[in-house]
């Protein structure tokens, strides 16, 4: 069977001399058909591709322009292209190129042997401006991601690029200076999306992926830097790596390898067109801390001559117009690193300008874990797993908040949270305002349990400065919900010495620890208060640890009487208050009808008062001494209603009848008193009192009122006066040594010894601003004589 094809090129009303170019794949040195090739034919402005398919070995390619410089590109997995023949010529090494003449029909044989490895496949595309169906774009960066290594190339006049490359995970992206939108379209998956693009090519697949660039406003003399952190043990691409680079002057530009596509190790910035030409830096670390540089190497793309650099910290040259490709080469550690914290200090917002220089603290656990943020802005705490409190501290108090990345949440600052082992815990934290604090210092601390380091709140502190206390008034205040304090900004003279003290009378001083900020030698003191120099453009933290103090009670208890009946005062109310704080009532009681009241309180200064209807409120000051017990009663004067009217007593001899002018005369509760010539003393009571009478040299033997009748004397010595009487009071002159009678006859016929009226004690107590009432002691007061 013969067979004979024949092509017809319908002209039409073109006017071109486009020829049609037809052909057939075989193996080399025989005329077996080869099928499923994709033959590819590319020239000075044609470039497309014929799949055969897996069932023909045919191609064809019409309207192409007449024209030298045209070459094949059979791709087949496991075939190597050697060759291919025109018309009935010889066969022609592949890689050469031919002439297409002018409106003419070209005959093509291509010619494949098999080639090693078998398991060989392609990545091939056209770069497009716009969309799919615009124009190609020529010589576009592209480069083949995963695996890392390979070289970069650019594509073709007709805008095609291919790779060559093993079964498995792949990945490809263009590079593109200027704000550009990129995206990839895959024509075995009918999918696309944003580049790069990453998926696996099973063996013997030709995976067409064709990437289009959707510019945005046209850049000029600007520049990208682009590039992949590596594994340098597996050649495996390494993720969340930060990267950042910045001129001499500038602000940093930072991201994280990985950022544009998970498990690229890709990092870019683009456009660059600040300070170009000139030097810039390139600095990172690995934010999971489990891999260390190694070194780098940058070059230009395309084919620029590749630099090397043994430091992470490197300066580089950036031209305009320039497309600067780095890889970063890291190695594992041998041994995992400490579990971190770290971050930024930024202002206004996550991402805003950086804040350099300021101290970032780990507040709990205690000590001197401590930096300032560097350069970046940015510190770092190798830590062991645990919970931790950290903060900024600043001279100048501002709004600020912490943003947690693994949590994705903001907070008030300081930040608590639990680490795990290994965990890289990533917070930042960002202050509203940044007011300069030029000259200015701060005194700053925490106060803690010194057992759990459980924050204190509540505890009182106060600082000034010990040489010229009067510039200030007293700093002063109490520690917030998580136990801290702060008084700042202190604008002072440098080396001012300060006096520091706290107290709070639930709490004792174990120790003080206290130090410059940050990380300066650490003084260690017993008690309060401190004496310490404070610089200019500083920060002294002080931490107080304490011990929840010992409470030692008590015991105050007494009985209250009501006078004169010396009745026990049921139904009083007994109150006791601290006389640091007399306004505060500490605990109070009704009494019983045994008129006892018992309060257990802390050793300390108190105020006991008793009050009942009807009767004088009493108070009184007791202290009370630790483990002791404190016995105070007290004795209820009731309200005196009625007049208060004079009583008059004149003083004679007994023997003689003759006055007593110009004596001293004590009356218990009422106060001293002077005879005048008539030998009358007059004095004013409210009612009936029992007064003690007192003469020097002299001892009253008998005493009558107006009715003339005689007195009794009282057990206690005392005699019963009225008010409005007049009373006689005779006494006889006491002589030491002198032999008086045994005894003297009272007014009721009882013998009484002299010297047991000579020895006659008086209690007495005021009653008001105007008179008082004699208190007797019984003998049944609590068993007391």
Not at 496 to 523: A, K, Q
Request: with cysteine.
């Amino acid at each position: 069977v013969v067979r004979h094809d024949f092509y017809l090129q319908g002209i039409g009303n073109i006017t071109s001399k486009w020829s049609l170019l037809v052909g057939n794949v075989f193996l080399e040195g025989t005329t077996t058909p080869l099928d499923n090739v994709d033959v590819h034919l590319d020239g000075p402005s044609f470039s497309q591709n014929y799949p055969c398919g897996p069932t023909s070995n045919f191609f064809w390619f019409a309207m192409v322009p007449p024209g030298s410089g045209y070459h094949f590109n059979p791709v087949r997995s496991g075939f190597t292209y050697v060759g291919f023949s025109i018309g009935s010529g010889p066969e022609t090494p592949a890689g050469t190129d031919f002439t297409v003449p002018s409106h003419t029909l070209v005959m093509a044989d291509i010619f494949m042997e098999r080639g090693e490895p078998n398991n060989r496949t392609m990545i091939w595309g056209y770069v497009y401006d716009g969309s799919l169906s615009g124009p190609v774009v020529p010589s576009v960066p592209v480069k083949l991601l995963l695996p890392t290594g390979v070289a970069p190339i650019l594509t073709t006049a007709t805008g095609y690029y291919s790779f060559s490359v093993s079964p498995g995970l792949h990945s490809v992206t263009i590079f593109v200076i200027g704000y550009s939108s990129i995206h990839y379209f895959d024509y075995l998956t009918g999918t696309n999306g944003p580049s790069p693009w990453m998926d696996t090519v099973a063996m013997g697949t030709s995976r067409h992926v064709d990437f289009v660039i959707k510019k945005g406003e046209p850049v000029q003399n600007c520049s990208l830097v682009a590039g992949q952190v590596i594994d340098i043990s597996t050649g495996n691409p390494v993720d969340n790596y930060e990267v950042k680079t910045y001129p001499m002057s500038g602000v940093p530009l930072v991201t994280q390898s990985g950022s544009l596509l998970p498990g690229t190790g890709l990092f870019m910035f683009n456009p660059i067109c600040c300070c170009i030409p000139g030097t810039w830096y390139i600095d990172g670390f690995d934010t999971t801390f489990t891999y260390d540089f190694e070194y780098l190497d940058y070059h230009s793309i395309p084919g620029g001559a590749s630099t090397t650099s043994s430091v992470m910290f490197t300066s580089y040259m950036l031209p305009t117009d320039t497309i600067l490709w780095f890889n970063i080469y890291v190695n594992k550690t041998q041994v995992e690193k400490n579990t971190t914290i770290w971050g930024y200090l930024y202002m206004y917002s996550v991402g805003g300008p950086v804040v350099t220089g300021e101290t970032i603290k780990v507040i709990s656990p205690p000590g001197t874990m401590e930096m300032d943020t560097d350069g970046f802005g940015m510190y770092i705490f190798h830590v062991s797993p645990g919970t931790f409190t950290i903060a900024p501290i600043l001279i100048y108090p501002v709004s600020a908040v912490s943003y947690d990345h693994l949590t994705s949440t903001y907070g008030m600052i300081p930040w608590t949270g639990t680490v795990a082992l290994g965990d890289s815990r990533h917070v930042d934290f960002v202050l509203k305002q940044y007011p300069p604090t030029r000259n200015a210092s701060a005194i700053s601390g925490i106060v803690m349990e010194l057992d759990d380091h459980t924050p204190v709140p509540g505890f009182y502190v106060k600082a000034y400065p010990q040489l010229h206390p009067g510039d200030y008034p007293s700093l002063y205040t109490y520690t917030d919900g998580m136990g801290m304090f702060h008084f700042g900004p202190l604008y002072l003279d440098l080396d001012e010495s300060w006096l520091f003290s706290g107290e709070d009378p639930l709490y004792e001083i174990d120790h003080v620890e206290y130090h410059l900020l940050p990380s300066g030698p650490v003084t260690t003191e017993t008690s309060l208060p401190l004496f310490f120099d404070l610089p200019g453009a500083s920060i002294m933290w002080v931490e107080i640890y304490v011990n929840e103090r010992q409470v030692c009670n008590s015991t105050v208890f007494g009985k209250v009487y009501k006078l004169y009946s010396y009745d026990p005062a049921s139904g009083a109310q007994a109150s006791i208050f601290d006389t640091s704080d007399p306004s505060v009532e500490v605990d109070t009681q009704t009494l019983g009808s045994d008129g006892l009241y018992t309060f257990t309180v802390p050793e300390g200064s108190y105020i006991v008062k008793v009050s009942l209807s009807g009767y004088m409120t009493e108070t009184a000051t007791v202290t009370v001494v630790c483990g002791e017990e404190t016995y105070h009663p007290f004795y209820l004067l009731p309200f005196v209603i009625g007049p208060w009217d004079d009583v008059h007593m004149k003083f004679v001899m007994n023997d003689t009848g003759e006055p007593l002018s110009g004596y001293d005369v004590d009356i218990s509760g009422m106060g001293h008193f002077k005879t005048d010539e008539n030998g009358i003393i007059s004095f004013r009571i409210p009612g009936r009192s029992n007064l003690t009478i007192s003469l020097k040299s002299f001892v009253v033997v008998i005493s009558t009122d107006d009715d003339d009748e005689e007195l009794s004397v009282n057990d206690d010595g005392s005699f019963t006066i009225e008010p409005g009487m007049n009373y006689t009071m005779k006494v006889v002159k006491f002589r030491p040594g002198s032999e008086l009678s045994n005894t003297v006859k009272s007014a009721e016929g009882t013998s009484i010894s002299t010297p047991g009226l000579i020895g006659i004690a008086a209690l007495a107590l005021l009653v008001g601003a105007a008179g008082g009432y004699f208190l007797k002691r019984r003998s049944d007061d609590m068993g007391e004589e």
